[in-house]
């Protein structure tokens, strides 16, 4: 059993519980950008962070609809590598005085936090359309086409060769 919380005998035992850490990484995505989002000096940047902290309320949304689809009410299940992720972020930050080297390194964070994120909803589309449930594979391919975006590196940032 280790980090899960009950027994997966089944594929759609997976499936719920990977679903669980998807809705988990969402409202985790939701608690964390604005806190992050106010460390960031650039304005633009932040008006990032809060156009992804919307976008994850209608990536919940779908996820939640998901879980109905399946039969199975909304749950969420803790994932120690979402949380990981923002550990580090967090630690990182509280280090760096330079704000331009902050700036740089929360959104390398919220990289990270994308990448992961897409990595699992792909995970989640491929055992969803194995099993031919194509329906709730469409409404998390939305969630993955746009973190997949989110994932890819963003426009130049400058910062200061000499971090000041």
């Known amino acids: 059993m280790g980090l899960l919380t009950k027994d997966i005998k089944s594929l759609d035992d997976l499936l719920l519980q990977s679903l669980g850490e998807l809705r988990y990484t969402e409202r985790r995505i939701q608690r964390a950008l604005p806190h992050l989002a106010g460390k960031l000096s650039d304005e633009r940047l932040q008006n990032e962070m809060q156009n992804w ?41 509280d280090e760096i005085d330079s704000y331009h080297v902050l700036d740089t390194a929360i959104i390398g964070a919220v990289e990270a936090v ?43 940032f400058r910062c200061s060769p000499s971090g000041a």
């Open 53 to 93: 902290v919307e976008a994850s309320e209608a990536y919940m949304a779908r996820v939640d609809e998901v879980f109905r689809l399946q039969g199975a009410a909304p749950c969420v299940v803790e994932s120690p590598a979402i949380d990981g992720i923002f550990i580090s972020a967090d630690e990182l930050n």
């Open 114 to 156: 994308a990448a992961y994120s897409a990595t699992r909803y792909a995970t989640v589309i491929g055992w969803l359309r194995q099993s031919g449930r194509v329906e709730s594979a469409r409404l998390l391919h939305e969630n993955l086409s746009s973190r997949r975006r989110a994932a890819a590196p963003p426009p130049p």
